[in-house]
């Protein structure tokens, strides 16, 4: 599963929930892609005594940078007994897209960055297979529909999950495509 959207947008928050309803079932290894400095990794291997790494993609872009070590991930969360690899892009290009063909796309984004911020990161959403969008506890009802529309925009299709990713409110759409989602055979090469 590989998990984007644009810094401070709830990204770990949301995974923190993933990871909760995945180690009821399946074992999970944990991947940041960063710029400069990451932290989530070693708070995630803390909390949840699950196999972490990080990789810093420096003056590269980060969703670049997903694309190299694609394959070592998988086969290193494979050697780890992972059943399940949870991929976190920096999403700092906007640009470009961190997602495979073969994962599930979710793009993070959060309600309180401006109505127009989907129109903005075009890329990341429009080939994510869903958006989570975080933090609708603190706008009005108004500003969410607003919101909603500036991702239907970008994409008429989407699926798009509201919540609270702290309180884990509304997530159950989202644990449910997780559960279907289908697995990567590492021993064959990703398709970009």
Partial sequence: ?????PPSAGKTSV??????????????AYLKIDVVTAFEDQEL??????????VYSGDMCPDHMGIMVIQD???????EGA??????????CLRCTPYF??????????????THAPLKMAPM????DMCIVTKTDLISQAEKEVF????RRVSPDMDIVETNAIQGTGMKYLYRVMDAAPAIDSRRSIEL
């Fill in 148 to 151: 909603r529309e500036s991702i």
């Fill in 45 to 54: 291997k803390e909390e949840f005594g699950i196999p972490t790494r990080k």
């Fill in 1 to 5: 599963m590989v998990v984007a959207g």
């Fill in 73 to 79: 991930a998988l086969e290193w969360a494979e050697r």
């Fill in 83 to 92: 059943s399940v690899l949870i991929f976190e892009s920096a999403g700092l």
């Fill in 15 to 28: 995974i923190r929930q993933m990871i909760r309803h995945l180690m009821e079932t399946e074992k999970v």
């Fill in 101 to 114: 063909t073969d994962s599930l796309g979710i793009c993070i984004l959060s309600a309180i960055s401006g």
């Fill in 125 to 128: 959403i429009a080939l994510s």
